[in-house]
């Protein structure tokens, strides 16, 4: 699946796990496991909790995600 094939979504990051988890609640209500994409990974940006990001998830496992973006305060 490729990334143009996700379906993005805003939330808010909630908690932080180990394995670099984060659990994200989404502004409809839903909580979301995700993981950095690989472009944050390479540009080393950081993502805490409090932090309003981008979701891109998978139609077929709505439960897992990638973050994306990360906005700005």
């Known amino acids: 699946m ?4 996700l379906l993005s979504i805003d939330g808010k990051v909630s908690d932080l796990s180990g394995g670099g988890i984060y659990h994200i609640v989404l502004d409809n209500g839903l909580p ?3 993981k950095l994409c ?6 080393k940006i950081k993502v ?13 496992d709505p439960t897992h995600g990638l973050i ?3 906005f700005k305060n």
């Open 2 to 5: 490729s990334k143009e094939d």
């Open 48 to 60: 805490v909790v409090g932090d309003r990001v981008t979701v891109g998830m998978s139609p077929y």
């Open 32 to 34: 979301v496991k995700a």
């Open 68 to 70: 994306t973006h990360r």
């Open 38 to 43: 690989g472009k944050m990974k390479k540009f």
